[in-house]
């Protein structure tokens, strides 16, 4: 008999395989919004606590992801995430880059400064990408600085504002991520400004069983982001800094220059969603502070791509 072709069954396939495509999930684990070139898209989430680790709800990283003048992409979870010293940081102080003036120096320095982001466990309510396949499913988001003000201020409101426990399983609120293109200069970034905590409180399931069943399945955030292994020695990390950065900048000033101007352009078409924030005064004795970016999405996109191997790699051993 003859394979039945399904047009149907092909296409759904194939549109999801676009959809994936298009919200960089590559790593299963990752819940990431699109954002439409028009009008704006609302994912209906609910934030969990992370019970594993007595209820926490989110960790932050620093981590440093750029291109490097070697061509390569440098993608390492910053140390300081951990209380440890950083090569890079280190490097940057002493070389003074972000102040001695030079604006190419300085530009540089931003450039492989560290990032911070935020994750969270978070159970999909709606989500109409592949017909709905993410909802009821829990996953780990990633947010910026934001984002991370919005659900800071609910849980600690400024006087006289009502605190919003949206983390409560049985009474806390879903969270509508609204997110659509803004323009700056001549550019489109993806804004999240709208979004907002739901008005009434809910449980995330109907029954104690069901709702237990969802906590055990949040990723143990530590776990899955902080992990030992998932950062480098000050030796090894100083290592490759030193074979893909500063070898380059001391000796190949010419090539640097061209994956500089290569990079300038590259820049301006993903520049980074979210407000830029000032990093720890301890993390950075400079007279000029400079900024914590967001990651953008070649450089997250290229550090799940390295975790996701990380892990793979783990489970083949
Ligand atoms: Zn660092």
């Not at 400004?193 to 995330?204: G, K, L, M, N």
């Not at 979210?274 to 450089?299: A, G, I, M, R, S």
Request: proline share 5%; aromatic share 10%; glycine share 6%.
């Amino acid at each position: 008999m003859a394979i039945r072709w399904n047009e149907e069954d092909v296409m759904k396939k194939l549109k999801k395989q676009k959809e994936e495509e298009e919200s960089g999930q590559t790593d299963k684990r990752m819940w990431t919004p699109t954002t439409p070139k028009k009008g704006k898209s609302v994912y209906r989430v609910r934030p969990l606590p992370d019970m594993t680790s007595g209820g926490e709800a989110w960790v932050k990283r620093f981590q440093h992801g750029f291109q490097a003048p070697s061509g390569s992409w440098f993608i390492e979870n910053c140390p300081t995430t951990m209380g440890n010293k950083c090569p890079v940081e280190d490097y940057l102080n002493k070389q003074n880059l972000f102040n001695n003036g030079d604006p190419k120096d300085k530009n540089f320095a931003s450039k492989v400064y560290k990032k911070k982001n935020y994750f969270m466990n978070i159970l999909v309510i709606k989500d109409d990408r592949s017909d709905g396949e993410n909802e009821g499913k829990v996953f780990i988001w990633r947010f910026g600085q934001k984002i991370y003000e919005k659900i800071s201020s609910a849980l600690f409101p400024e006087p006289g504002m009502e605190q919003i426990m949206f983390l409560d399983p049985y009474k806390g609120r879903d969270f509508l991520i609204s997110t659509k293109m803004v323009k700056d200069g001549d550019k489109d970034y993806p804004n999240y400004d709208e979004s907002v905590f739901a008005q009434t409180p809910s449980a995330i399931a109907d029954t104690d069983e069901a709702i237990n069943k969802i906590l055990e399945s949040c990723f143990d955030l530590k776990t899955e982001l902080l992990a030992p292994k998932y950062f480098k020695t000050y030796e090894e990390f100083e290592k490759m800094f030193k074979a893909n950065v500063i070898d380059y900048r001391s000796g190949e000033r010419k090539e640097e220059k061209k994956v500089e101007e290569k990079k300038e352009e590259k820049k301006e078409d993903k520049k980074i969603e979210e407000k830029l924030v000032e990093p720890k005064k301890e993390d950075v004795p400079v007279k000029e502070t400079p900024v914590v970016e967001e990651v953008n999405d070649d450089e997250f996109l290229a550090s799940l791509n390295k975790e996701l191997k990380h892990l793979q790699g783990e489970k083949t051993k």
